[in-house]
């Protein structure tokens, strides 16, 4: 059982990392924004989770959150600025720079955890927070700049929705956590996906697209990202925290880079070199160190994962 429930988390980081090239690739062939493909890929997704949801647990349980005023706030909350701001800065990222170096920038999340709950509870950061401190800053270094103090290897506005990819990923993951313990990921996540989708779709309304590009291959992209990169990881991830620990998941989630880096460097030719590489493993080593056993209480509470 409890390799079942590794080959789960596996399977569902290397579909998340997968979700990210094939974004790329959406970008390269088709005459599209971030805003528009965001939309779309949130609508989607968000529909088909609730759908399921209430084909499975029942329509009552599906809606139920939304019987409760203070949890409808935090549901907004959470999908305008939860949901949509690490959904819309990630492919913003991808887009002006590529889904290896998005994802991995992503991956610093954790960090910016870590740095809050040390402010918010007015601690200093132990050995092991300033070890993983450490290994992003040189893994940033090392990635924007390939070891030299006098070039950078990526435009400066794909570093910086990068790391604000990272800000809202962290926001992402501390804001949700009485809402999902109260009614379960599946519906908080789903409902979160719509509303951010529909808030979006202000600006970027699905339906405002130059159709004349509309093809096959495009549908499978769409598909693809919806379906693969979204919603068959998302539950892989969740059934899989049955058979293993959420430390151990959030360990075995840093393929999702990985996944990125490999395949974006082998089938999509981003160029990528050893300095760089070798700064890729510190940002992973990072997620690893900060998500290994604590004896602290305390620490094993806050451990952070961040997913998809």
């Known amino acids: 059982m409890k390799n079942k429930g590794v080959i789960m988390v596996l399977a569902a980081a290397v579909a998340w990392g997968l979700s990210g090239i094939g974004a790329q690739l959406f970008f390269s062939h088709f005459d599209s924004t971030p805003g ?45 600025v939860g949901m949509l701001g690490v959904q819309y800065t990630f492919f913003e990222a991808i887009d002006k720079g590529n889904a290896a170096t998005a994802t991995l920038l992503q991956y610093l999340g954790p960090v910016f955890i870590i740095a809050y709950v040390s402010v918010h509870r007015r601690r200093m ?37 990068g790391i604000v990819t990272a800000l809202a990923a962290a926001f992402y993951t501390l804001y949700p956590g009485r809402l999902i313990a109260a009614w379960g990921s599946v519906p908080v996540v789903g409902w ?27 549908g499978g992209l769409l598909a693809f990202i919806v379906i693969i990169g979204t919603i068959i990881p998302f539950f892989l991830f969740l059934e899989s925290l049955r058979y293993v620990t ?35 493993l510190c940002i992973i080593l990072t997620v690893i160190v900060l998500t290994l056993p604590s004896r602290r209480k305390e620490e094993a509470a806050e451990e952070p994962a961040v997913t998809g």
Not at 249 to 276: K, Y
């Open 36 to 80: 528009w493909l965001v939309s779309v890929r949130m609508l989607c997704a968000g529909g088909l989770m609730i759908l399921l949801h209430s084909l499975l647990q029942g329509v009552k349980s599906t809606f139920s959150v939304w019987s409760h005023k203070k949890d409808r706030r935090s549901l907004l909350v959470f999908g305008l």
């Open 125 to 161: 950061p132990g050995g092991r927070e300033l070890s993983a401190f450490a290994l992003a800053l040189i893994g940033i270094f090392l990635m924007t700049t390939g070891g030299s103090f006098g070039s950078l290897t990526m435009s400066v506005e794909a570093f910086v929705w």
């Open 192 to 218: 979160s996906m719509i509303i951010g989708g529909t808030g979006l779709s202000i600006l970027h309304p699905p339906w405002v697209f130059d159709w004349s590009q509309a093809s096959l291959y495009m």
């Open 246 to 280: 959420a430390a151990k998941a959030s360990i075995l989630s840093s393929a999702e880079p990985l996944t990125s880096v490999l395949v974006g460097t082998l089938f999509l030719h981003i160029p990528m070199d050893a300095v760089q590489l070798l700064g890729s």
